[in-house]
């Protein structure tokens, strides 16, 4: 368990975990690889935030190539000692940057940080499982920024990412958030049964998510454009290309 300490000055800690020295510098080995199994990270929880605050950057980052992580729960607290977390208290900005090569993540939650919640910059490799929460104390000009739960930069050319989610409980304010997933259009690159669920949030609220995938997907809201739906989907998508199941299992609850 790697817990967040307290500030020091005004600028937060640079992470958690950093796995390597400097990007790209060690490609690993695909034959003998790393691994971060079962390592938990929390920014918050624990203290008085409105006396202390903690914080970090990024909690884990992956400089080096073929490291696999798996088993993995990186989470800014949303309530901890006071009940809820006050808006933008114990900072902290993303739960996972990856810039190696080839790097694999089996089962991957990241909840409430403050900007795209995972990034990742490595050549191939993937993820196998994730699901976030976007965070729940974001100011109205969050979704302006066009932050997303998963971003993959748009110079990367092969990239997997296999049943991943993300959900929305804007609980301070009105917030659109453009898409939940920014990848590259390019054919290196695919996202297979990916969703977003809309859990509820400020009454005002219209769409919470806009998007699954870039432009894919359509919105998850109370009044979203398709009609209010909590859930999204999009069973595949790649260079710009998306499929959606026929019936989603929203719809087909209903029509039982």
Same mark, same amino acid.
């Given at each position: 368990m790697l817990q967040a300490g307290p500030n020091s000055g005004t600028t937060p800690s640079?992470?958690?975990?950093?796995?390597?020295?400097?990007?790209?510098?060690?490609?690993g080995d695909s034959t003998n690889p790393g691994f971060i199994t079962d390592v938990f990270a929390r920014v918050g929880g624990s203290n008085d935030e409105t006396t202390a605050e903690v914080s970090a950057q990024v909690m884990v980052v992956v400089l080096d190539g073929n490291v696999v992580i798996d088993n993995a729960w990186y989470y800014r607290a949303d309530h901890g000692v006071n009940g809820d977390i006050d808006a933008g208290k114990n900072p902290s900005w993303s739960g996972l940057h990856v810039y190696g090569k080839n790097?694999?993540?089996?089962?991957?939650?990241?909840?409430?940080?403050?900007?795209?919640?995972v990034e990742?910059?490595?050549?191939? =490799? &993937?993820?196998? +499982?994730? @699901?976030?929460?976007?965070?729940?104390?974001? #100011?109205?000009?969050?979704?302006?920024?066009?932050y997303a739960t998963y971003m993959v930069d748009s110079a990367v050319k092969a990239h997997t990412a296999n049943g991943v989610g993300a959900t929305s409980k804007f609980r301070d304010a009105v917030v659109e958030a453009a898409s939940a997933f920014t990848v590259p259009d390019t054919a290196g690159v695919s996202l297979t049964n990916a969703y977003t669920l809309f859990l509820g949030g400020i009454g005002e609220q219209d769409i919470s998510i806009g998007n699954v995938v870039n432009s894919s =997907? &359509?919105?998850? +809201?109370? @009044?979203?454009?398709?009609?209010?739906?909590? #859930?999204?989907?999009v069973c595949h998508y790649s260079n710009?290309?998306?499929s959606g199941p026929s019936v989603t299992p929203v719809e087909e609850f209903f029509l039982q």
């Open positions: 640079p992470s958690l975990l950093q796995w390597g020295s400097k990007a790209g510098e060690n490609d790097c694999i993540v089996y089962g991957l939650n990241v909840d409430n940080t403050q900007k795209n919640q990742w910059y490595g050549e191939g =490799g &993937g993820v196998w +499982g994730f @699901n976030s929460m976007m965070p729940v104390d974001a #100011a109205a000009s969050w979704g302006g920024r066009k =997907g &359509g919105s998850v +809201g109370p @009044n979203g454009l398709k009609g209010g739906k909590s #859930a999204e989907y710009s290309q998306s």
